[in-house]
């Protein structure tokens, strides 16, 4: 079993800066793509950005370099630093990973998702 584990959410005022992080944990898996998407109240979950493990990282156009998406490979984790942040930035953020399995052979690769992290952000 993989789990993905997010921390660094919470309350920023506008202009302020938060900086969210993904461990996967588990046993006998190896991760592609690591990445985070945000939700909205009302709204679609929306992608932001997502690394490869060779560190090549794509945006949204939408962020115009507000967020730096980055990863730790020898920690399986994946960071998300949020700067000059807008209260539209205000939403649930996911982290998300494709992962495969090894279960005497390689499965996969398969979605996996973290629980999810509030980020308010006030004007």
């Known amino acids: 079993q993989v789990q993905l584990v997010e921390s660094g959410g919470g309350l920023v005022q506008a202009g302020g800066s938060l900086r969210l992080s993904c461990a996967a944990s588990?046993?006998?898996?190896?991760?592609?793509?690591m990445g985070w998407y945000r939700q909205a109240p009302g709204k679609q979950r929306e992608l932001l950005a997502i690394v490869t493990s060779a560190g090549n990282t794509n945006y949204s156009a939408s962020l115009t370099g507000r967020f730096t998406n980055s990863r730790d490979n020898a920690k399986n984790t994946v960071y998300l630093q949020m700067t000059r942040q807008k209260p539209e930035d205000t939403a649930t953020y996911y982290c998300?990973?494709?992962?495969?399995?090894?279960?005497?052979?390689?499965?996969?690769?398969?979605?996996?998702w973290g629980q999810g992290t509030q980020v308010t952000v006030s004007s």
């Open positions: 998300n990973a494709l992962i495969r399995l090894y279960i005497g052979y390689w499965k996969g690769p398969a979605d996996y």
């Open positions: 588990g046993s006998g898996f190896s991760i592609n793509t």
